[in-house]
């Protein structure tokens, strides 16, 4: 640890430590994500006064980012609220008017565009042409069959044949491909155009999964996502709104921005280390608190409990350096093999439309690509990795702009580059599979970073091959793991979507998975706020 100056509001009844105390508990909330604001929101709803948030970046809201570009609110990160009864996400939203449903149906997949109701998706090839729209039904039926199988072994407990790999990409790809080459009725050219759309479904399946490949999805615990029955639906005026509202009851004293941390010194190790130090002037600081917050500024913060919600991503580059003493092996393990990739969006918007009026997305087939295992590219071909554009609709609130899609590698690969190389790059794929070489380069681009960010280094969560929800549950298990009286409880604690079992990866997991960790603390301390408070007013589906 370096030498760093203790708060100087640290100092107030400094007692023994664990709950025998006349003070009231210190809280710090690592995050201001979804996930850290709705711990801190439930926290304060139930009488904890002394609360803080620590947020490394200069805004709140975490994977949650609303730009405006021209008049449009685009969403860089989260931008659909995924079903609606007993998600809390929905429910906020719907209570403060804030909705807009853009799909009918319980299931939407990402193959159909999430902006509109209506339309259809233009599934083009690389040599400039459009399949038949009955030729991509008949394969999209195909493909859903099979999806619905990769969801029957963790939901039935099938066993995993072992020429799967247990992997969710190899195994739709077998299975798709053989149906498909047994289809008598189809010529060969058109068995090779299906086969050339199971990799571009795969890719946007990769993309959906925030994984560099399907082949990198365990099959065997694939089906324990869980879906929220109801439509999907969008949040006009941008999901930063959803933040708002979460943070809208939080002091401003509470919340402390551009506030980036070094380490979480738990276990009382601030405390043994400065005993142990020649200098003792600050060891009646302290005593009372068994964690201490370390800022990159030096500054360092005592508390009685910790709220980690930091991203999968940013635990799997540095958990070495982010805890002392250093996480328990099991929880190192977890975070090892649970995945997380990045899934970047590219905003194009043009000056008028090049696509028709009926077209709510361009899907890109590339024909040669019909028998490859391995959807992997070198740098320079990052851009075959981009699935499809949306039509971003209606245009009266987003003027003529496209959304593209691209994950994993290729999408590290296009973050290096500058907006004038990948509107360039995205405006030539544009002209190659519609055939139409007078796609004039974008008005604007607007791109997201996900994965460059150290605060993220990544989209969101998956079940890689090789682990399994346990994992996530391991992630999720509050520190120190002993219910020894001699270790305060609960010292520090794990928030965050890749912390929910279920629901890892969405917003609503995030929020959930935040109000879990302030439940832990309102159980621990109720007998202390009994007495008061009113019952607890943790929001919906704790």
Known sequence: MQSCEISSDST???????????????????????????????????????????????????????????????????????????????HLAEDNGLLEETTDEERSVGRISLYAKNGVAHYLTNAGGRIPKDLVEEFSDIYNEVYELTQEFFQRGKPVGAESQNSVGIFTRDVVRQRIRLDPDDSEI????????????????????????????????????????GAHHVIPSGFIKIVELLARDIPERVLQLQKPIRCVHWNQSVRNEIAESEDHNSDHRCQGYPVYVECEDCELIPADHVIVTASLGVLKKSNEVLFSPGLPEDKVMAIEKLGISTTDKI????????????????????????????????????????????????????????????????????????DETVAETCAELLRKFTGNQNIPKPRRILRSSWGSN??????????????????????????????????????????????HRKFYSTTHGALLSGQREAARLIELYQDLYNAETAKPMLLKNH
């Open 12 to 90: 107030d009844d400094p007692l023994s430590s664990g709950l025998q105390r006349n003070r009231r508990p210190r809280i710090v909330v690592i995050g201001a994500g979804l996930a850290g604001l709705a711990a801190t929101k439930t926290l304060l709803e139930n009488g904890f006064t002394d609360v803080t948030v620590l947020e490394a970046s200069d805004r709140i809201g975490g994977r949650v980012q609303s730009v405006q570009l021209g008049h449009a609110t685009l969403e860089l990160g989260a931008t659909w609220i995924h079903g609606a009864n007993g998600n809390p996400v929905f």
């Open 190 to 229: 058109t068995k090779k155009l299906k086969l050339a759309m199971l990799q571009q479904y795969l890719k946007v399946e990769s993309c959906e999964s925030s994984s560099p490949s399907m082949d990198e999805v365990s099959l065997s615990e694939f089906g324990e996502w869980t879906e929220i029955p």
């Open 347 to 418: 905003f194009l918007e043009f000056s008028e439309p090049f696509w028709s009026p009926e077209c709510n997305s361009i899907q890109f087939v590339w024909e040669d690509e019909a028998l490859l295992e391995n959807l992997t590219y070198p740098e320079e071909l990052w851009y075959k990795k981009i699935c499809s554009f949306d039509v971003l609709y209606p245009p009266e609130r987003y003027g003529y702009m496209l959304s593209g899609w691209i994950c994993g590698d290729e999408a590290l690969t296009m973050e290096k580059y500058d």
């Open 454 to 499: 150290p605060h993220f280094r990544g989209s969101y969560s998956f079940t890689r091959v090789g682990s399994t929800g346990t994992d996530v549950e391991k992630l999720a298990m509050p520190l120190p793991y002993t219910e020894s009286t001699k270790a305060p409880p609960l010292q520090v604690l794990f928030a965050g979507e890749a912390t």
